[in-house]
């Protein structure tokens, strides 16, 4: 019995797009049809390293150079998930020329004082946040992935690996009960790559599209991705036993193809999870909480003291944890000093650039004076 595939379409019917496996459509190729015009490739980026990168092209895959796309926005580099437009077969090295604009994009904030931007995976449809049973459930954490990937445009969901090493079922029901609470409208799934329990769920989940696995290290995120690959793609080391934490066992992003259709991205470990521009996230993590507030009797209720705010009645009858309220406020008081300090930064730049110009201005009207002073 013969099987229709995009590999092998049914008799009589166009052959499938090269690239489509990996989620070209009808929309990249129209958003590519300036660039074939100048007769470029249309590839997706697989990894990313040290300004190459690895393109999957319907010509096979290619090692591109960077360089004509290297922006001053860190957040609009080539990243794993991106759509280019690459130079054919004839030069070495091959460039990517542009990137095709992007549907969504995960971005968190870096560690360093400079208020900057990094993107960890583009044109993502689902983001799949990896959560240790080995360790105490973090809700916080979670809610802080769930904003980032909410503002990201993907839609989340919560897999609780290592579900194994939590013998007790009534536990494990608990557990997937604290984070559903925590995650209104997103699917909680309990998984184990040990024993393989909600592993086909979560590949039917994910069929057919793009997901990215995030999480922090020692979550489990490797052994998940080899059990849904099928193989032993992605190398495995053990946590640690004291804290739960691994080494960074993946140290790129990678796009990898699922048997079941679609593609997912691994990720390295994260440490640290900042917020980056994350207000919309928050308001769909905190959904009841946005919902609440439209109830309020100020417009402007902070849900601190005020009368007649329906956020504190909620907490005063038990129907909303103060939990969730304490976390919605950290996060929102966090993204709100990230976006003051990213507008200075912004403001400075353009200070920076506008003396720059003035600098420039005035050299030019000295030489051109000088010039005209001339016999």
């Avoid at 593609?263 to 959904?287: C, E, M, N």
Wanted: charged share 25%.
């Amino acid at each position: 019995m013969s099987v229709t595939s995009p590999s092998n379409p049914a008799p009589g019917s166009a052959p499938a797009h090269p690239l489509a496996p990996y989620g070209w459509d009808a929309a990249w190729e129209s958003a590519f049809a300036p660039y074939a015009e100048q007769g470029l490739l249309p590839g997706r980026v697989v990894r990313v390293d040290r300004g190459l990168c690895d393109v999957i092209t319907p010509a096979g895959t290619v090692r591109a150079d960077t360089e004509f796309v290297v922006p001053r926005d860190p957040v609009k580099v080539v990243c794993t998930g991106d759509w280019a437009a690459v130079d054919p077969e004839g030069g070495e090295p091959r460039y990517v020329r542009a990137l095709l604009p992007r549907r969504t994009a995960f971005f968190r904030s870096t560690s360093s004082k400079r208020s900057e931007g990094q993107i960890l995976a583009a044109n993502v449809d689902q983001a799949v946040i990896a959560v240790s049973q080995a360790v105490e459930l973090d809700l916080g954490r979670i809610e802080r992935f769930l904003a980032l990937a909410w503002e990201s445009g993907a839609q989340p969901l919560v897999a609780l690996t290592k579900a194994d090493l939590v013998e007790d079922p009534v536990t494990l029901a608990h557990l997937v009960a604290d984070t559903e609470a925590a995650a209104p409208g997103v699917q909680v799934l309990p998984v184990s790559a040990e024993t393989g329990e909600g592993v086909d769920v979560l590949a039917a989940a994910l069929a057919g599209g793009t997901a990215v696995l995030l999480g922090q290290s020692g979550a489990g995120k490797s052994t998940l991705a080899n059990a849904l690959l099928g193989e032993e793609v992605q190398t495995v080391r053990a946590a640690r036993d004291v804290d739960g934490k691994g080494r960074h066992t993946t140290t790129t992003r990678n796009l990898l193809r699922l048997p079941a259709g679609g593609v997912l991205i691994d990720t390295p470990g994260l440490r640290g999870v900042g917020l980056w521009d994350a207000g919309s996230g928050l308001a769909q993590a905190f959904a009841e909480i946005e919902e609440l507030a439209r109830n309020c009797r100020f417009h402007d209720c902070a849900h601190h003291s005020e009368p007649g705010c329906a956020v504190l009645a909620a907490i005063e009858d038990g129907s909303l944890p103060e939990r969730r309220l304490d976390s919605y406020r950290k996060l929102a008081r966090e993204n709100e000093r990230l976006a003051a300090r990213t507008d200075a930064r912004l403001r400075a730049e353009l200070r920076r650039e506008w003396k720059q110009r003035y600098a420039l201005g005035r050299h030019m009207m000295e030489r051109k004076g000088r010039t005209v002073r001339r016999p």
